[in-house]
C-alpha cells in the first residue's frame, strides 16, 4: 500500500470544517486510520481498480481506499462533507470524484467491475444493499460488497436456517452470493458511538442457479417472512402458484419460513 500524501488527521478537518455528525442522516465517523486501512484491505489488491463508496462524510474511508490506489467515485448527499472531500481530490489526482445526491436516485456512472465500499448510514443500509442484491441481470456490475452494518443487521445476512436472525435478507444475500461477517467494529471506535456494536460484511458474487426468476424468489421470500410465524399454507396462500409448488416439491406446508434452507425457497421459486 502507497503511503500517499501528509493529510491532516481526520478530526482536525471535521473541525476545521464544522463537521458535526448528523443524526438524521445516520452518520458516525470513524477516526482510526489503521481500522480504516484494515477495512480498504477486505475485497482485496485495489491498486487501478474502480470503488464506489457511498456515503464518504468527511472521508476516512476514502483516504484509505484512495491510498489502497483505488479509483474512487464517491456519492454524498451532505453536502457539508464536499469541501473536506474536494481536499482529498487535490491531494490525490485522478483517483477521487465525488457525485452530490442521494445514493438510491443517484447513477454513479460507473462501467463495471466493480467494488462497493461504504460505512452505510443506518437509516440507508439495508434498502441499498436488497437493490444491489436484487435483478434478474447477474452476475451483477458489482466484484465485492464491503460494507458496515449494525452487527444485528450483519448477523442476518449470514444466518443459517432454524435460528432466529434467519430470514428474507439471509435468502437474498445467500441464494447467489457468499457472504461472511468480515470483521466486527466495537462501537467505542465511533464519533459519536452508536448505540450498538457494528460489523463488516463482505459478498461476492457466486453462480445464479439456472431457471429462477429473481422477482419469483423475491416475492417469495417477502410473503414467507412477511408473516413468519405462520405456517407456510397461510403466508403463501395468496401467492399463485406457491402451495401447489410446495406440494409438488413434497415440502410441508405447515412448516414455518424461517425452517426452510435457501436451496430449498430457490427449489420453490424455479418450480413456481
Request: aromatic share 6%; glycine share 8%; net charge positive.
Amino acid at each position: 500500500m502507497s503511503a500517499g500524501p501528509d493529510l491532516p488527521p481526520l478530526r482536525e478537518v471535521i473541525t476545521r470544517h464544522g463537521l458535526f455528525a448528523s443524526k438524521a442522516l445516520g452518520q458516525n465517523f470513524l477516526f482510526d486510520e489503521q481500522l480504516l486501512d484494515r477495512i480498504a484491505a477486505i475485497p482485496g489488491r485495489l491498486a487501478g481498480q474502480q470503488v464506489l463508496e457511498i456515503g464518504p462524510g468527511p472521508g476516512g474511508l476514502t483516504r484509505a481506499l484512495l491510498r489502497a490506489g483505488a479509483i474512487v467515485t464517491a456519492i454524498e448527499m451532505d453536502r457539508r462533507c464536499l469541501p473536506a472531500l474536494a481536499e482529498l481530490a487535490e491531494a490525490f489526482p485522478g483517483q477521487l470524484r465525488v457525485i452530490e445526491g442521494d445514493a438510491r436516485k443517484v447513477d454513479p456512472g460507473i462501467e463495471g467491475p466493480f467494488h462497493i465500499c461504504a460505512n452505510l448510514p443506518y437509516n440507508v443500509g439495508t434498502a441499498l444493499f436488497t437493490n444491489w442484491l436484487s435483478g434478474q441481470e447477474w452476475p451483477p456490475q458489482w466484484a465485492s460488497l464491503t460494507l458496515m452494518f449494525q452487527q444485528e443487521v450483519a448477523q442476518r445476512i449470514v444466518a443459517a436456517p432454524d435460528s432466529s436472525a434467519y430470514g428474507r435478507l439471509a435468502v437474498l444475500a445467500q441464494w447467489r452470493s457468499a457472504a461472511r461477517i468480515a470483521m466486527k467494529v466495537h462501537r467505542s471506535a465511533f464519533t459519536p458511538p452508536p448505540k450498538v456494536m457494528s460489523a463488516i460484511i463482505h459478498v461476492v458474487p457466486a453462480d445464479m442457479p439456472a431457471g429462477v426468476s429473481a422477482r419469483t424468489l423475491e416475492r417469495l421470500t417477502e410473503a414467507a417472512f412477511g408473516q413468519r410465524r405462520k405456517m407456510l399454507r397461510q403466508s403463501l396462500k395468496g401467492l399463485p402458484g406457491a402451495l401447489p409448488a410446495l406440494e409438488r416439491l413434497g415440502i410441508e406446508s405447515q412448516r414455518r419460513a424461517e425452517t426452510l434452507s435457501v436451496e430449498e425457497f430457490v427449489a420453490i421459486a424455479r418450480e413456481m
